[in-house]
């Protein structure tokens, strides 16, 4: 097992293979077996482009000889930021053959957090676009190599300037030694937490759970055809089952730009898709839209989550366009709750359903740790074969965000109905749900301090009716008060991703403080929602 990873005690770890959820399998074999025995199955669409499991499986061999030429290996990090793309899972296979691992950044993120990856992780490797929407990475790329000398590579899809090519990176494919089951496959980013952004080891053994699981839950087999409108490096349309968990039934992922009705409306149609995943946030434009582009969703499963869903908007798109939902609750640090396509549609309105795994042990719990019964409201707790026992390299977070006996403090505050649904009700973490993009108070917080125009600052959610919540900053300024634009011109020099520059600034003289001395933000909450 790779440095600075917790590991699961032997003895779970023993009842979770002897209980068959984890079988050894390994994600360096996606797609393998149905290359062999169906080899023109189509495993990735994406735009006009039809990926047979043949054609993926080869691709992925040949770069995995390509990396390897060029010295990488086993345990080797790499930060592999791209968009939803052939390359994306090309390039992820070909590292979990290496043994290698992909550090999932997202497209959004900037150089303050592709630095962070880079740093944290001492990164040999940086995998990126030639650029989006205008931004260049290439540019983000040569600040972050010039302050990490670990970072001996940068491979660029499309023009790669001074960098490699990655379609440059091809090799006749080798023998490669299988990556042990028990070791970290990939990394996740956290959603939530203190300070800078936290990774997640996620093993072999507990994502390919995760996806067999996930995929039985949501009754997709090889008929299945999902679409992949959400960045593929997020957990939920990564493996859950998503593209991952696509490739490990024989079925096929389309992956698209985003989730906007006329995209998504068109490949749903085209591709015959019978699965996918949405931020709620989603719902009511695909709602709106569906009529008036005439899409016929009946049927198709949408797993929405990531944060509060309406029970009307549920309603409703389960009324109007015959969408059967699956509710998720999920994080990437492993835990996952949801209701089945197939319960009753009060179910997915109005609770986020069951635990996924017959191991998981779900406990809610009070301030000082004590259960909670059921109906009562407390902090939910996890432990299981597919939640982590610890983020990589942070031993002194580790130590509080875990209980002694390895139960991970989700900072969510949920409740169980009489029936055993979870339900969702609140948060202690400070993270800003931004319509499912999660905004880490105190790293904004961070960042905005070092402006010289700001004395105190109090990062918080103020509720918003399309994404349910937006950012604000409570600032108290030393002179002159800054603007909101100068203080996101300052934070985007900063390199920080556009989502996580507040919406919203308010100006006070003192910042209300709890008896312990911590900015009081239940009570500038309530000031700011009036
Ligand atoms: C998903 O994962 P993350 O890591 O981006 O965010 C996890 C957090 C949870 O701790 C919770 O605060 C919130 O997002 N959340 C929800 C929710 N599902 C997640 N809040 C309210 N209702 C829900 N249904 O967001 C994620 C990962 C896998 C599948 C789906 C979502």
Known sequence: MLDG??????????????EGYWRGEVLADLGREWARTDPERTALVTGDQRVSYRDLDRRADRLAAGLRARGIGRHDRVVVQLPNSVEFVVVCLALFRLAALPVLALPAHRRAEIGHLCAHTEAVAYVTVDQVQGFDLRKLAADVRAENPALRDVFV??????????????????ELPAPDPSDVAFFLLSGGSTGLPKLIPRTHDDYAYQLRATAAAM???SDGVYLAALPVAHNAALGCPGVLGALSVGATAVLAGSPSPDEAFRLIARERV???????AFLPLWADLAPVLGADLTGLVVEVGGANLSPEVAARVTRELGIRLAHFFGMAEGPICCTRPDDPPELAAHTQGRPLSAADEFRIVDDAGRDQPSGEVGELIVRGPTTLRGYYRVPEYNAHTFTPDGFLRTGDLVRWTPTGELVVVGRIKEVVNRGGEKVPAGEVEEHLLAHPAVREVAVLAVPDRVLGEKTCAVVVPRDDAPTLGQLRDFLTERGLAAYKLPDRLELRTALPYTGVGKVDKRALGAELTG
Do not use: C, K, N, S
């Not at 990873?5 to 002897?18: D, G, M, T």
């Open 274 to 280: 019978t699965l996918t995943t949405l931020m709620p």
């Open 219 to 221: 009754g997709f087999g």
């Open 5 to 18: 990873v917790v590991r699961w005690p032997q003895e779970l770890a023993e009842r979770y293979r002897a």
């Open 157 to 174: 899809v499309g023009d790669p300037g001074e960098f490699t090519a990655l379609a440059e990176v091809d090799a006749e494919p080798v």
